[in-house]
């Protein structure tokens, strides 16, 4: 079993909907990440945490809105998205930021329609 | 500019061939770190292996080797009598003091071992 759960696996929301994506990591790791990985796309680095504090936001749109509430616990607030929003969300954690590897989720498959 | 360059999109060989993942990477920091990742049909991103800019040394772990030269800037990856198993798509990964060492990923090379 992956140190790191992403919940739900699956989500299919219209474009007025809110939700949110759960990750929680068990590795006492102090940094957690959020990737989008679109079909036939690189895998785009979102938002990064370290010790709860986000140090990095990839131009992001506002409809994307992350939350840490401790170094276990990280979310991805959705709301009004596009159907080009439609990816797999995977998130992540390590040690330090880069310089260990990172432990992936299994990612929640998104279908916005 | 790509920082990582996965040149090769797709790969597909029989069961027992030997195959090479490529990966070039760009970076003017003398410290970094390469990393390979394979994310299986399941989803997520699963480690194989980290190296560090001062350690050219290769490896090999069982049928994964790697090969990290500096001098052309590259870290391919070799599976040894490839199996069914290993069909995933492998991803090659590069931090950097200038990145703040936050992870850049290549596209990616999607292997396909036919039985």
């Known amino acids: 079993e992956t140190g790191v759960t992403q919940t739900p696996r699956h989500l299919v929301m219209g474009m007025t909907n809110k939700k949110s994506l759960k990750c929680e990591q068990h590795?006492?790791?102090?940094?957690m990440y959020w990737y989008k990985q679109s079909a036939k796309k690189p895998l785009e680095l979102m938002f990064v945490?370290?010790?709860?504090?986000?140090?990095e936001n990839n131009s992001v749109p506002s409809r994307f809105s992350p939350e840490c509430p401790n170094s276990s616990h990280l979310f991805l607030h959705l709301h009004t998205l596009q159907p080009e929003d439609s990816a797999l969300y995977l998130c992540?954690?390590?040690?330090?930021?880069?310089?260990?590897?990172?432990?992936f989720g299994q990612g929640t498959r998104l279908t916005v329609v | 500019a790509q920082k990582v360059t996965q040149a090769q999109t797709e790969i597909s060989v029989v069961e027992k061939e030997d195959v090479t993942l490529d990966c070039v990477y760009e970076?003017?920091?003398?410290?970094?770190?390469l990393f390979w990742y394979k994310q299986p049909p399941s989803g997520e991103l699963v480690f194989l292996i980290r190296?560090?800019?001062?350690?050219?040394q290769n490896e090999i772990s069982g049928r994964y080797s790697w090969n990290f030269q500096k001098s052309t800037s590259s870290f391919n990856f070799t599976i040894t009598a490839s199996q069914v198993v290993d069909s995933a798509v492998y991803f090659c990964?590069?931090?950097?003091?200038?990145?703040?060492?936050?992870?850049?990923f290549g596209r990616g090379t999607s292997l396909i071992v036919h039985p």
């Open positions: 190296r560090n800019s001062f350690d050219e």
């Open positions: 945490y370290s010790l709860e504090e986000r140090v």
């Open positions: 990964a590069l931090s950097e003091a200038r990145g703040s060492y936050i992870p850049t």
């Open positions: 992540a954690s390590s040690q330090g930021i880069g310089e260990t590897e990172a432990f």
């Open positions: 970076t003017r920091d003398t410290t970094y770190y």
């Open positions: 590795l006492g790791h102090n940094a």
